[in-house]
């Protein structure tokens, strides 16, 4: 089977069983449906920023977030960078420095992403199987929090905001730091885009976010 058709056979199944194992109906969402039955509301993020860099320590604790989870492809650094620029490293020291504990989760290889998070000894779950709940699970067992103490950030709808949802976190969607992306991204990116045009006309989420990100 060639890669692409193993990669759609794969994305295709992922959305039976989500759907197989959500409690939630698909529907058409319009003005007569109830918009908290659907499970589209699920690829609805919490909050949404252009970078990292807008989201301070004293906001987390504001929303009594203690520990926080985030993506490294597009949202850390560009998916196709291995250096981690001095900001992000500053970034990350101010959430620790105030008590925050901080892990990142990526559906990436261990190469890749040990080589992001050991130099700055941040704890890490590489092959993280985004939207399912292992990684979640173990990120939230490491850090010592509950699903409701968590904050998801990532770049992506189907992975972060799906899964940081479901599991019952805060979501924050970041745009990504590259119009790229990596080839095993492509098809989410896909998805991504069925569903932000689907919500932008049923008026679930505004225009600016959907040009933006
Ligand atoms: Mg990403």
Redesign the pocket.
């Known amino acids: 089977m060639c890669e692409i058709c193993r990669k759609v056979l794969t994305r295709f199944t992922l959305s039976l069983l989500l759907n197989k194992f959500c409690d939630y109906n698909i529907i058409e969402i319009d003005e007569g449906n109830n918009w908290g039955e659907s499970w589209l509301r699920l690829f609805l993020p919490k909050r949404y920023v252009r970078s990292i860099f807008e989201l301070k320590p004293d906001w987390f604790k504001q929303e009594g977030i203690k520990g926080i989870v985030i993506?490294?492809?597009?949202?850390l650094i560009p998916w196709d960078v291995e250096e981690v620029p001095d900001e992000v490293k500053a970034w990350l020291s101010s959430l620790t420095e105030q008590g925050l504990k901080v892990a990142i989760i990526s559906n990436n290889s261990r190469a890749r992403v040990s080589h992001f998070a050991k130099p700055i000894n941040i704890p890490y779950i590489h092959r993280a199987k985004k939207p399912f709940n292992f990684g979640f699970k173990r990120a939230a067992k490491m850090m010592g929090t509950s699903p409701g103490e968590m904050a998801v950030i990532?770049?992506?709808l189907v992975t972060d905001v799906f899964g940081g949802n479901y599991f019952g976190a805060y979501t924050i969607l970041v745009r990504p730091l590259v119009d790229s992306d990596a080839p095993a991204t492509k098809i989410n990116r896909l998805i991504e885009s069925y569903i932000k045009r689907h919500l932008y006309r049923t008026g679930k989420w505004s225009r600016s976010v959907i040009d933006e990100s």
């Open positions: 993506d490294l492809d597009n949202t990532g770049d992506q």
